[in-house]
Nanobody, 129 residues
Framework: QMQLAESGGGSVQAGGSLRLSCVVS???????MAWFRQAPGSEREGVAT????????YYADSVKGRFTISRDNAVNTMYLQMNDLSPGDTGIYYC???????????????????????WGRGIQVAVSS
């Protein structure tokens, strides 16, 4: 089964930036992918999704204009550039992927975590005020 590994998390002050990476163990081009996050005491929420080729992206309203999802299929890696971070962005960030055509089509315009069946272990992001 494909493995996903997140990196790039850490602690930053409000207004700062971080770049998360997610490396996958198989050909990334075969998978649509996404970032989700879970704040302490809250349910997991979608942050952004990206299509197999990277042509389509979808963002949560809370991160539009601040976060950018991207991918480099040549190195089987997805990224999340996070700028102007605030304490509300604190949480564990998860990388997710799927290769089912129906679920990937739905993920183009949805942050539903049921569209993804493969998950990384998560990485901590902490933003202080």
């Amino acid at each position: 089964q494909m493995q996903l590994a997140e990196s790039g998390g850490g602690s930053v002050q409000a207004g700062g930036s971080l770049r998360l990476s997610c490396v996958v163990s198989e050909r990334a081009v075969n998978y649509c992918m996404a970032w989700f996050r879970q704040a302490p005491g809250s349910e997991r929420e979608g942050v952004a999704t990206i299509s197999m080729t990277g042509a389509s992206e979808y963002y949560a309203d809370s991160v539009k204009g601040r976060f950018t999802i991207s991918r480099d299929n040549a190195v089987n890696t997805m990224y999340l550039q996070m700028n102007d971070l605030s304490p509300g962005d604190t949480g564990i960030y998860y990388c997710a992927a799927d290769r089912d055509a129906r679920r990937c089509f739905s993920a183009i315009s949805s942050l539903d975590d049921e569209n993804f069946t493969l998950w990384g272990r998560g990485i901590q992001v902490a933003v202080s005020s």
